[in-house]
């Protein structure tokens, strides 16, 4: 009797043991798949957070009437602040549209944005001139950042002999200008659509580096 009591309480203590350590083993998994779940939470709320970092914006090219292709390209805020933010206020109020590429050197770059080709498209001798009145933007050369190369597909700003003198007229690299660093402010680059500079960059050309067939183009902020 007493060995039978013996022997079930040590075969039931044994029960126990085993359902405890099923218990142990299935919380560890638990708290091991959360901290997984966790993980990649974090990464991705840390991609989210890099693509909100960098606005996104969609430049439709246009000439004779016909649609040559579209760009979409990025701002870096992080680097060049003021010049990303004084792109997309910009964008959000339509200034480019109807702009023109004014300046188009094949193996060198495209430059657009001049007020004065949407507002006197019949005098090119106006045209990257400039209005005035524009607001101006002070250098970000940001010399050392990641982004701070020339390289082809760059988005950068220009300018007078003035380096704090850029307002609304860009460029984009054609190819890569690495005597441009440190001298004029770099704010975003191509995502895609670098088949549409080439296009723009091969136009033919007249007096001023100015294309003979207008190129314009239209440009909107795309959502996050």
């Known amino acids: 009797m007493k060995l039978n009591y013996f022997i079930n309480n040590i075969y039931f203590k044994m029960k126990l043991i085993k359902l405890s350590l099923l218990i142990a083993f299935l919380t560890l998994y638990g708290l091991g798949c959360n901290a997984q779940k ?43 602040p003021l010049h990303s933010a004084n792109f997309d206020s910009l964008v959000v109020n339509e200034f480019y549209n109807e702009t023109a590429f004014h300046r188009v050197i094949p193996g060198f770059m495209i430059q657009g944005g001049d007020p004065n080709s949407k507002n006197f498209p019949n005098d ?8 005035p009145s524009q607001k101006r933007i002070p250098a970000e050369f940001n010399e050392g950042k990641e982004n701070w190369h020339h390289k082809r ?3 950068s700003m ?3 002999n003035d380096p704090n003198s850029a ?39 007249g007096p001023n580096n100015a294309p003979v067939e207008s190129v314009t183009m239209k440009i909107k902020k795309l959502s996050k």
Request: a negative charge.
């Open 124 to 131: 090119k001798n106006r045209w990257g001139m400039g209005d």
């Open 158 to 160: 220009a300018r007078t």
């Open 153 to 155: 597909g760059t988005l």
């Open 167 to 205: 307002t609304s007229q860009f460029f984009i690299m054609h190819a890569d200008a690495p005597h441009l660093d440190g001298q004029y402010s770099i704010f975003g680059q191509v995502l895609e659509g670098i088949e549409v500079v080439d296009i723009i960059a091969n136009t033919t050309c």
């Open 38 to 80: 966790q993980t990649n939470n974090l990464e991705t709320t840390k991609s989210e957070v890099s693509n909100m970092d960098k606005p996104k914006y969609e430049i439709s090219v246009f000439q004779g009437g016909k649609e040559l292709g579209k760009l979409i390209v990025e701002t870096f805020p992080a680097e060049a």
